[in-house]
């Protein structure tokens, strides 16, 4: 964001600099500020900000809370705090650019995946520099199932030369999704990985692998996973991997028990249309209805 983003940068910077005076109320906010990203303490913090932002008059100050508060709110689970700062914030900052993605991300974090898609395309109809909000956007309408508009929308990003690493690795698997995996479905997500290792573009590369019937790659693909996880057992996302590699081999029960081993953890990843908890059940019910 621009250096003169009234939202931008961290609250706890904005709010306490080493050698300065500042009362003993600034202090606390600043402390408040440092500990919102904490995952132990997040629901605690977002409380205590939640009751000391009332009576904040400074605008720096507000605006510094009201930032803690979003960050502290999305940790903690906790989306009806993080909806109301991040409204403030709009009101607050109107033109701060870090604000909008606030805004976009708690109304995400409540599920109203509609509102955040429109509130997201106005705000890049508007503003040309939040154009890689189109990330967040095609997600957000994959969820929905609205897949080939995501994928027009990253596909868009690639050919601007704009898409990152995470770009590639959502249009791989948005087809995945679609069921339409194909050569040019394995370049999409070699790109990916060639461009960034992380577990989540080689789990993508493994599922791929295994549409395709390259199951001995797929399987080691799953291990290189594992590693970078440093998981010594296999979640509900390799779990997925191993049931298309049982189905690609012809072995449709073991592929059943690794498909019930990949479990929702809430009820947002459960209505998602892109997750593998609803993938997982789509392929029991294929086989299910299989002769």
């Known amino acids: 964001p621009p250096a003169d983003d009234a939202a931008a940068g961290s609250p706890f910077a904005r709010l306490w600099t080493r050698g300065a005076q500042a009362p003993p109320e600034r202090l606390r906010l600043a402390a408040l500020a440092l500990a919102a990203a904490g995952d132990t303490s997040a629901a605690d913090t977002a409380r205590k900000l939640a009751d000391l932002r009332p009576g904040l008059k400074d605008p720096q100050e507000a ?23 991040s409204a403030r914030l709009i009101q607050e900052a109107p033109q701060s650019l870090q604000a909008m993605r606030i805004r976009l991300g708690s109304l995400t974090d409540a599920g109203r995946i509609p509102e955040a898609i429109a509130y997201a395309q106005a705000r890049m109809a508007e503003h040309p520099e939040l154009e890689d909000l189109q990330s967040d956007v ?11 508009e995501g994928e027009r929308g990253l596909q868009s990003l690639i050919d601007r030369g704009r898409a990152s690493a995470t770009d590639y690795n959502n249009l791989a698997w948005s087809q995945v999704v679609r069921g339409a995996v194909t050569d040019h479905t394995l370049d999409l997500i070699r790109t990916a990985t060639q461009s960034r290792e992380n577990a989540s573009s080689e789990h993508t590369l493994a599922v791929v692998l295994a549409d395709l019937g390259r199951t001995t790659e797929a399987k080691a693909l799953l291990l290189k996973e594992m590693d970078l996880r440093d998981a010594d057992e296999p979640g509900g996302n390799e779990w997925y991997v191993l049931g298309r590699i049982a189905e690609q081999l012809g072995i449709p029960e073991a592929a059943r028990a690794c498909y019930g081993r990949v479990k929702a953890e809430s009820p947002r990843e459960a209505a998602d249309r892109m997750s593998c908890p609803t993938l997982a059940a789509q392929r029991l019910a294929a086989l299910k209805a299989a002769p």
């Open 138 to 148: 095609s997600q957000l309408q994959g969820s929905l199932g609205r897949f080939e």
């Open 63 to 85: 605006i510094a809370a009201d930032v803690a508060l979003a960050i502290a709110a999305h940790t903690a689970q906790q989306p009806e705090l993080g909806l109301a700062a």
